[in-house]
């Protein structure tokens, strides 16, 4: 069963939770029932496809036994040898699931929510070397971190220590009652996101251009903003669904979007779009790449290096979405946007080019929200589709 995919979905886990939400609001702590509810959760989920659920399973064994070795051998040694080991390790299912289907016709390590899964298990591995995760990592909190069942499937990423501290947080029930009202109203926001503005732009505009549009052109035109504004309320819908149920199980998983559409510019983008990871890619990739590279010293020169890393980071991202040329394509536009705001930001420094007034903040707000649309069009592969 897809996650927040029908109204049958919502009354079992509105069930489920239940005892929950009784428990919340007497002031009594009710995470050991949490992670029983995301076990039978993950079976609902899971229900259809039994090689999925048991490739879950194998992937969740291998994680924990990754993570758990290597908290071992920091004990032993602080080599960087065994770090990068047990990285590329944590990563090659996510891997070896996003090529083997452009190979083979079977595909039995690929699971619905196997990215963000990845994501959590490497950020423990990478910040436990960095010491910002010191003590031990209980077994029972490194699974229900892992497997929590609310964003398995696209999200938000939280970080450990962020959910662990919701974790120990105490609790009243007037503590609770407003996390609950939030949570509820965030699943309604979902409702209106997803089900009713991002569903009728779907149904009504875009199923529909071939009888709106009057040429090739327009039809390009039209798909292009109504697609970028689709992706946004129905990705945002499945993350308000996301983060309500967290909130109503405790933990309040970070918030996934910030008004993208009224951007000043690319950098502003991403720090507004799909927040969880951005921030991931740019914690994990982008500063470890700077940071590697200012270390050796082999370019001296910031600016290239950092150039560098957006190059790096959006060809990544890229690849993960798919090796289809459109993923690709939409990774090495935005590495090329960034890379020219990043020359033109430093040129306006210095020659006050673009002046900070209201009429350029709007100004600026419109010309990233076109190039922004240009993007997703790209994403969406209709660019490279004949015909209208």
């Not at 029930?173 to 926001?189: A, E, H, R, S």
């Not at 980071?313 to 990774?331: A, C, R, S, V």
Request: glycine residues 6%.
């Amino acid at each position: 069963m897809t996650p927040y995919g029908s109204f049958t979905f919502f009354i079992i886990i509105a069930i489920l939770l239940a005892p929950t939400i009784i428990l919340g609001l007497r002031g009594k702590r009710f995470h050991t029932y949490n992670m029983l509810t995301t076990i039978a959760a993950l079976g609902l989920i899971f229900s259809s496809s039994l090689n999925q659920a048991l490739a879950l399973i194998l992937f969740t064994i291998w994680q924990v036994l990754l993570i758990r070795l290597y908290i071992h051998y920091r004990k032993q040694s602080n080599g960087n040898g065994i770090f990068y080991s047990a990285v590329f390790l944590s990563i090659l299912p996510l891997a070896v699931s996003k090529l083997l289907p452009y190979f083979s016709h079977i595909s039995v390590i690929g699971f619905l929510g196997i990215s963000y899964l990845t994501f959590k298990g490497t950020q423990i591995i990478m910040e436990i070397r960095d010491g910002l995760i010191k003590k031990e990592l209980p077994l029972s909190k490194l699974l229900y971190f892992i497997l929590f069942f609310p964003t398995i499937s696209s999200g938000p990423i939280d970080r450990y220590r962020r959910f662990e501290k919701d974790l120990e947080a105490q609790m009243s029930g007037d503590d609770y009652k407003q996390l609950l009202y939030d949570g509820i109203n965030k699943i309604f926001l979902g409702f209106l996101y997803k089900y009713i503005i991002g569903y009728s732009i779907n149904h009504f505009f875009i199923a529909n251009l071939r009888f709106i549009a009057h040429s090739q052109f327009q039809h390009h035109l039209y798909y292009m903003y109504a697609y970028s504004l689709y992706l946004f309320f129905d990705f945002a819908g499945y993350s308000a669904f996301a983060i309500g149920v967290s909130y109503i199980m405790g933990i309040k998983s970070p918030e996934n979007f910030n008004k993208p559409f009224i951007s000043r510019n690319i950098k502003d983008f991403w720090n507004r779009w799909h927040l969880s990871l951005s921030f991931w890619f740019r914690d994990y990739v982008y500063m470890r790449f700077v940071f590697w590279m200012t270390k050796k010293k082999w370019i001296k020169n910031r600016n290239i290096v950092s150039n560098l890393g957006y190059i790096l980071l959006f060809l990544i991202m890229g690849f993960w979405h798919g090796l289809e040329i459109q993923y690709i394509l939409y990774g090495i536009y935005h590495a090329l946007l960034m890379v020219l705001y990043n020359s033109f930001e430093r040129f306006n420094k210095k020659h006050k080019w673009w002046p900070n007034n209201k009429f350029t903040h709007v100004a600026a707000i419109i010309i990233t929200f076109h190039f922004i649309c240009f993007g997703f069009y790209i994403f969406s592969g209709q660019l490279f589709q004949k015909g209208v």
